[in-house]
C-alpha cells in the first residue's frame, strides 16, 4: 500500500488492544496524533503512554483504555 507504519503480527488475548479491537495484520499509523514509521518510533512513542490511547490504524481509529 505503500503507507508507513507498525505491522501488528500479534493481538494477546484480554489485552487493552485486543478489547480495542485490533487484529494481527493491522497497520498502525499513529499513536496520539504522533506518526509512527518504524519501531524505533513505535517503542519510544509507547514508553510514554498513560491512560486512553488513541490508535489509528489503516482500518481506522480504535482507543485502547
Known sequence: ???EGVLVV???PDSEAAEA?????DL???INKNYIDSIATYK???K???????VRTARGFFVLK
Open 1 to 3: 500500500s505503500g503507507q
Open 21 to 25: 479491537g485490533l487484529i494481527q495484520g
Open 10 to 12: 500479534e493481538v494477546s
Open 48 to 54: 510514554e503512554l498513560s491512560g486512553d490511547v488513541l
Open 44 to 46: 519510544n512513542t509507547i
Open 28 to 30: 498502525i499509523l499513529e
